[in-house]
């Protein structure tokens, strides 16, 4: 009340002398913008009062634009007031995520997928046993996202990195223990890219000590246990399967072979007749791109697919297993589940979505942001339309797990954003409630202060003082509480446009959730 007085007070004496000053201000800027015009105008005599208007019009904006400065202090002279002005004013804010290209603007999902399947939240606890595990797929720019990983967190305590060493000190805040199973932390240490069935049967028998373990099927199930109970966290990074084959070839042409890979599945490696190899010598240097096509025991043939999935499911490395046909069913099907249920997954072409997923999965932001490059060793390869088709041909498993990979990735994204969205404009209409009540607040105290100086001037015409007060309370209240309601009639209206499927009266899924699959039917 007493900041309100002297709030009031001020405004009367701002007010007051500016009356007055308005008037010298008035009689000053006609003779100086006469004495101007004049100048200007002078040698224009046949215009007649043209400077006398000009002045009368120049004098009645400044006189406005004045009286509307002391009218917006007076009706609102806090500083909210003047940081909604500054918003209000301020150009929007560029999308960052829409830098890459425009696939989330004109994307239509094609697969159905649960809120769960959206929704990935992980409360990874990084002073506890959880672990980060990548599972890093040759040229996919997993190099890049690792360092990422190792170089550009914001952590309690930071990963130790010395010049000149490729591997990084990942330990968890007060232990030496690391919180991050990766290339440039723990180096390969379950073979050169282990995939997925490697990774899974190692992991634990790694992080308990027992590297030279021999995991038989009946074991791997108890690791399995394990796995759930100590909360490995898996994640990777997919790519165009014709770019990232083009760049195997290109890698493969500069003498690269990965050689020290293990290829374990099931308890033992391969033999060379369940895997032959595709050159005689010590590497492939130099192959043309069709030699490398033509090879029919080339791994970089649907590798993605191959690295994701369960090969116990199939009889490893063995062919004769199954039927080749019923062999790549169960492989796609087996690598689409275990990316749906891996922690997290990005993809090369969405860098600046890939790390906005990650941060938003593990609560972990990074320090700079990542960076899209568009030019690449493949890029620069130039192929017709016939070895482009061919190329497709020969990762076809590849091509169908890349499809349903961008459409859970990209699903995943908008449901995230919208959720994001959903937050801010919740906030932001609090915000606005609470300045609504607050200047209810004020006026109806001013109204009450200014009966009590009545009756008290007036003490015989009020037997019971109490009653005005207690009145202009429940006033306040009453108004404050339509507001909110009123507030909240707002956002159910909102939300019936945004789903105009949805019954008011249904609340079991989240306004967010609710918005996204409004949203989803309605590209279909």
Same mark, same amino acid.
């Not at 000009?54 to 806090?78: H, T």
């Given at each position: 009340?007493?900041?309100? &007085?002297? &709030? @009031?007070?001020?405004?009367?004496? !701002?007010?007051?002398?500016?009356? &007055? ?54 009706? !609102?002279?806090?500083?909210? !007031? ?105 180096? @390969? ?6 995939? @997925? ?39 990777t990074i997919l790519r165009d399967p014709v770019s990232r084959y083009l760049s195997e070839w290109r890698h493969v042409q500069r003498g690269a072979t990965w050689k020290a890979s293990l ?13 032959? +190899?595709?050159?005689?010598?010590d590497d492939w240097s130099g192959c043309p791109l069709k030699e490398f096509m033509d090879c029919p025991y080339n791994l970089a043939n649907n590798r993605q697919v191959r690295m994701l ?6 009889? !490893?490395?063995?062919? =004769? ?46 320090? +700079? ?7 690449? &060793? ?25 499809? /349903? ?7 995943? /994204? ?5 959720k994001e969205h959903q937050e801010a404009r919740r906030k932001r209409q609090e915000q606005r409630k609470f300045l609504k009540g607050r200047f209810l607040q004020t006026h109806f105290q ?9 009756? =008290? ?68």
């Amino acid at each position: 009340m007493h900041d309100f &007085r002297r &709030r @009031w007070d001020l405004g009367s004496l !701002c007010r007051a002398l500016l009356t &007055r000053g308005l008037a010298a201000l008035g009689h000053s800027l006609k003779h100086v913008l006469g004495a101007i015009f004049s100048k200007i105008f002078g040698p224009l005599a046949s215009v007649g009062n043209m400077d006398e208007k000009s002045n009368k019009l120049l004098l009645a904006l400044v006189m406005l634009f004045l009286f509307a400065v002391i009218v917006l202090q007076y009706v !609102c002279p806090g500083t909210e !007031c003047q940081l909604l002005r500054l918003q209000a004013f301020s150009s929007p804010m560029p999308d960052p995520y829409r830098s890459e290209d425009e696939s989330s603007a004109r994307f239509v999902p094609r697969y159905n997928f649960s809120r769960g399947d959206l929704l990935r939240k992980v409360d990874f606890d990084i002073k506890g046993d959880d672990l980060i595990v990548f599972l890093h797929i040759q040229k996919t720019g997993g190099t890049t996202f690792g360092r990422h990983l190792v170089r550009n967190i914001q952590l309690e305590q930071p990963c130790e990195c010395r010049v000149g060493q490729k591997k990084c000190t990942c330990h968890r805040p007060g232990k030496r223990e690391t919180w991050l199973f990766s290339r440039f932390s723990t180096g @390969w240490s379950c073979g050169l890219h282990a995939d @997925w069935t490697e990774l899974t049967s190692c992991v634990p028998a790694v992080v308990d000590g027992k590297r030279d373990a021999r995991l038989r099927p009946s074991r791997w199930r108890i690791f399995q246990i394990l796995d759930a109970a100590r909360n490995f966290h898996y994640i990777t990074i997919l790519r165009d399967p014709v770019s990232r084959y083009l760049s195997e070839w290109r890698h493969v042409q500069r003498g690269a072979t990965w050689k020290a890979s293990l290829h374990v599945c099931d308890g033992r490696p391969p033999t060379s007749e369940e895997l032959p +190899s595709c050159y005689t010598g010590d590497d492939w240097s130099g192959c043309p791109l069709k030699e490398f096509m033509d090879c029919p025991y080339n791994l970089a043939n649907n590798r993605q697919v191959r690295m994701l999935s369960d090969l116990t499911l199939v009889g !490893c490395y063995n062919l =004769s297993v199954m039927p080749e046909k019923q062999r790549n069913k169960v492989l796609l099907e087996s690598a689409k589940s275990n990316l749906k249920h891996m922690a997290f997954f990005g993809l090369t072409e969405f860098q600046r979505k890939t790390q906005y997923l990650f941060e938003k999965t593990f609560n972990m932001n990074f320090i +700079s942001p990542f960076t899209q490059y568009n030019t690449t &060793r493949a890029s620069s390869v130039e192929i017709n339309e016939e070895i482009q088709k061919r190329i497709e041909g020969l990762n076809f498993l590849d091509m169908e797990l890349y499809s /349903y990979a961008k459409d859970l990735f990209l699903q995943r /994204y908008q449901f995230m954003r919208q959720k994001e969205h959903q937050e801010a404009r919740r906030k932001r209409q609090e915000q606005r409630k609470f300045l609504k009540g607050r200047f209810l607040q004020t006026h109806f105290q001013s109204q009450s202060q200014g009966q009590n100086q009545n009756l =008290s001037q007036n003490p015989s015409q009020n037997p019971n003082p109490n009653v005005n007060q207690n009145v202009t309370q429940n006033m306040t209240q009453n108004l404050t509480q339509s507001s909110g309601q009123n507030s909240s009639l707002k956002e159910n209206q909102e939300s019936q446009k945004q789903n105009p499927g949805q019954e008011p009266g249904d609340g079991h899924t989240s306004p967010g959730t609710s918005d996204y699959m409004g949203s989803v039917e309605k590209w279909r």
